[in-house]
């Protein structure tokens, strides 16, 4: 039996290796990955459909937009020739310290998290309602080549000298308290294990330094359930603004929206206030494809906005904020 099959098969290839060559040709070629990555206009996300709190008095939306981003294959290289505003971008220029794109994903799902429970947190107490915070993780996303530690990416802060540490401010009172080469205690959380680390102190510019940065996401409990659907695609900080309006807008019985489909980017912080992001090009041109009515954007951003507006003749109103609050009182002038 093997023997026929084998007879078959190589009578096959013997009749078509021309054809199996060009095939294995196509398929190298289509995933060969060069540096680069490719940007392009994205879409929108909208966040009525992915928070669960009921407001049926809601008769427009917000919406997150995002970039596209594809990994430098030829066809995508090829494809940014053609089409307008589809932009070749060095990888190392979109990676940190050259690290690999799944790195970068990774990390950029932690930022998606914290913008998520920056929002939740700020958007119940500007709508007075309760929420309790009830843990904080210092979850480390980046460590230096300087660095002197055991820890690695992803671990999650829990101890440094016996002493608990919600933030990396406070990180960085300890450290202020030692000197150059001590060596410091820390116990983190990797993947659910409990784990004692090491890390020795190091100056630089004059500054004590661990080598590592962090991003905080939080666990809380509120008396009106929330609960904000994700996709494994979706990451970064960018949607923060947008989502604290959204769900400040599902807690409240005045319709922010006025019926219009709003877009907009930027980071928010826990205090509320609106950060720069990038990409504003493409995420901009992919609320206009859209048809939203009105874009928001942190006023970092609004000079690059208006002149993509400008020579792309753009119908869309742009509106830069600095704050959450900004945003809101805005919002309540539309009619």
């Known amino acids: 039996m093997f023997t026929k099959i084998y007879e078959k098969l190589k009578k096959f290839i013997g009749q078509y290796y021309k054809f199996l060559l060009f095939l294995v ?8 990955e060069l540096p680069y990555v490719v940007y392009k206009p994205g879409g929108l996300v909208n966040l009525n459909d992915r928070i669960s709190i009921e407001n049926e008095n809601i008769k427009g939306s917000f919406s997150m937009c995002y970039v596209s981003m594809m990994r430098g294959t030829l066809p995508a290289l090829g494809l940014s020739f053609i089409f307008p505003n ?6 190392e220029e979109v990676t940190v310290d050259n690290g690999s794109l799944d790195d970068l994903i990774t990390m950029e799902k932690l930022y998606y998290q914290s913008s998520i429970d920056n ?5 119940y107490q500007k709508a007075g309602q309760d929420i309790e915070i009830t843990k904080t993780n210092l979850n480390v996303i980046y460590i230096t080549d300087a660095a002197k530690t055991n820890i690695q ?4 802060i829990l101890e440094v000298e016996g002493q608990q540490v919600t933030s990396l401010e406070e990180l960085k009172e300890l450290v202020n308290n030692l ?8 116990k983190v959380d990797r993947q659910g294990k409990i784990i004692e680390t090491e890390s020795e102190i190091y100056e630089l510019d004059g500054s004590l330094k661990v080598g590592i940065s962090t991003v905080l996401t939080y666990e809380y409990k509120t008396e009106i359930p929330i609960d904000v659907k994700t996709k494994a695609s979706e990451s970064g900080s960018s949607g923060g603004l947008m989502l604290t309006l959204a769900i400040y807008n599902k807690l409240t019985e005045e319709d922010l929206t006025k019926g219009q489909k709003i877009v907009g980017t930027g980071t928010i912080d ?12 493409y995420k901009l041109l992919g609320a206009e494809r859209e048809k939203a009515q009105i874009f928001l954007c942190p006023v970092e951003n609004y000079d690059e906005a208006l002149k993509v507006k400008r020579e792309n003749k753009l119908k869309i109103k742009v509106k830069a904020v600095k704050t959450f609050d900004e945003a809101l009182t805005y919002l309540k002038t539309l009619k």
């Open 86 to 91: 589809w932009d070749i971008r060095a990888r």
């Open 119 to 123: 929002a939740t947190i700020l958007a």
């Open 270 to 281: 826990i205090l509320g206030n609106v950060g720069e992001i990038d990409g504003v090009k």
């Open 25 to 32: 040709f196509l398929f190298l070629i289509c995933t060969w």
């Open 153 to 156: 990416l992803y671990d999650k």
């Open 179 to 186: 000197k150059k080469g001590d060596k410091i205690k820390i």
